[in-house]
């Protein structure tokens, strides 16, 4: 007989019933009795488990015991039109081996549910339960929907460094990168740190943003975008906070404050209407599980216009609310998520893009006002998660630019070779970051940060 080729399960409950079929996968629930079993098998390709049956009189009954929840196994038998509901075909085992076992009384996912907090414990088992399943085939396909969605559109591709010697934000807020022996640290005869004995001569630090860089290519190559790993050293113990997260940047020449809005909200969109028309049996299983108004959620904003509102506008219908709010707020705070949320989910009831922020509580970068007030900063707000996005138009002038960076005391020298960019051939920019696991809360319905990224980092935990 001719070797039957591996099926995954995702196509075998899609296929005609009466052939011949081999399937691999770990096992989610044996169940039955004594003549017959049935185990949902699951192999990662989709949320839904095929169930093969046993006739256990043909088979081993050491091999059977074997078969537990978790356990990998291997099975090739006929597929059947299924007698049972919720599935339409089924596998009638012929032959059954087991690759490897899980013993019962040590392995964490036996089948009862578990909470969340217990499974971000054992992160490195997770991915094999429903949730987890959906929450990654989710990320994969927001992944390839941004390339696809840049690509389309002529967008650059371009990859930026991890390790850099300059603070995109200004915040202080960088992990350290070096190879300098911490307990006999070189000094300087001033009594400094001596970093030209540093692996890269200076001090540098993992990137915070790929921006800058960003920059550098969008004046070069019209548009471009990156999406990588940034890494924030602030102690953010919240839900909405991770001390490693991935980030898309587009970074637009020609493109002013409008453009940069609409292109946020275009993206936004798209990848929501991806998800909603791609990734259907998985939403449907968080939704149902969840929130049970995760999908009308998704719906909506693919249908809804979002409101453009500036940073004063804003601030003054905060102060109108009658709210109490745990962080007051008048002109010049810096705005904390309860304010965003108010103004998304209660005020207007649909995404915001809040724009023209006073200039001492966004980063030295953005486009100066004529106010010298505000900068042209804008930061999508949505619901459930408040800041989805932050961006801006660039400060194009380099005397405004130098004079900021001068105001602010940073260190010019990490800076000249982005000056340059202002200093020859300057133009009109603009562009955003959206935080990946930001649009994967909303996507998914998640509550929690740590639950939509494989192996979060937050502050006193970079466990696997
Ligand atoms: O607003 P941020 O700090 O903006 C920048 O880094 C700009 N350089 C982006 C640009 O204009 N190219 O960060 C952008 C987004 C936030 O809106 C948020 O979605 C996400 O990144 N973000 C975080 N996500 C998870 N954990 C954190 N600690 C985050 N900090 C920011
Ligand atoms: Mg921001």
Redesign the pocket.
């Known amino acids: 007989m001719e070797k039957v080729k591996r099926m995954k399960v995702k196509d075998l409950l899609k296929s005609a019933p009466g052939q011949e079929v081999l399937a691999k996968g770990w096992v989610r629930t044996k169940r039955g009795n004594k003549n017959v079993s049935f185990i949902a098998l699951n192999d990662g390709s989709t949320i839904n488990s095929i169930q093969i049956v046993v006739d256990t009189a043909s088979f081993d009954e050491n091999v059977l015991k074997k078969i537990t929840t978790g356990a990998c196994i291997c099975v090739s038998g006929i597929l059947t039109e299924s007698l049972g509901s919720g599935q339409k075909v089924e596998i009638q085992a012929k032959e059954i081996s087991v690759y490897g076992e899980a013993d019962p009384a040590s392995y964490p996912l036996q089948k009862k549910g578990h909470t969340l907090e217990f499974l971000r414990t054992i992160a490195h088992l997770r991915p094999r339960t429903n949730t987890f399943g959906a929450v990654l085939r989710i990320r994969h396909a927001m992944a390839f929907a941004i390339h696809k969605y840049f690509n389309d559109k002529g967008f650059v591709y371009l990859h930026t460094p991890l390790i850099t010697g300059s603070d995109?934000?200004g915040a202080g807020e960088m992990f350290q990168v070096t190879t300098l022996d911490l307990n006999n640290v070189p000094h300087t005869p001033e009594g400094n740190i001596d970093y030209s004995q540093d692996f890269f001569g200076k001090q540098t630090s993992l990137t915070?943003?790929g921006?800058l860089e960003?920059e550098l290519g969008a004046m070069a190559l019209g548009e471009i975008y990156t999406f990588g790993p940034t890494f924030?050293a602030?102690n953010?113990n919240t839900p909405?906070?991770?001390a490693e997260?991935w980030?898309i940047?587009p970074e637009m020449a020609f493109y002013e404050i409008e453009d940069n809005m609409e292109l946020a909200e275009d993206f936004i969109k798209y990848l929501v209407r991806y998800a909603l028309e791609n990734c259907g049996e998985d939403l449907k299983f968080l939704n149902d599980m969840f929130d049970k108004e995760l999908i009308s959620r998704l719906e909506s904003v693919v249908n809804t216009e979002f409101v453009r509102l500036t940073y004063t506008e804003g601030i003054r219908i905060l102060e109108e609310s009658g709210e109490k709010f745990e962080f007051p707020v008048s002109w010049g705070v810096d705005l904390q998520s309860e304010h965003e949320r108010y103004l998304v989910e209660k005020h207007f009831g649909k995404p915001v893009i809040m724009t023209d922020y006073p200039k001492e509580i966004k980063a030295f970068y953005m486009k100066q006002n004529d106010d010298g007030k505000t900068v042209r900063g804008m930061d999508v707000l949505f619901p459930k998660i408040g800041?989805?996005?932050?961006?801006?138009e660039r400060e194009s002038s380099l005397e405004k630019l130098e004079a900021r960076i001068n105001e602010l005391g940073m260190k010019r020298d990490t800076l000249e070779w982005y000056l340059d960019t202002r200093r020859f051939g300057s133009a009109p920019h603009s562009?955003?970051?959206?935080?990946f696991?930001?649009l994967l809360l909303f996507v998914t319905g998640m509550a929690n940060?740590r639950d939509v990224i494989p192996f979060p980092r937050t502050p006193k935990n970079a466990e696997y």
């Open positions: 995109c934000e915070v943003s921006q960003g924030r602030e953010s909405r906070h991770l997260f980030m940047e800041e989805i996005i932050g961006g801006s562009g955003f970051g959206l935080g696991e930001r940060i």
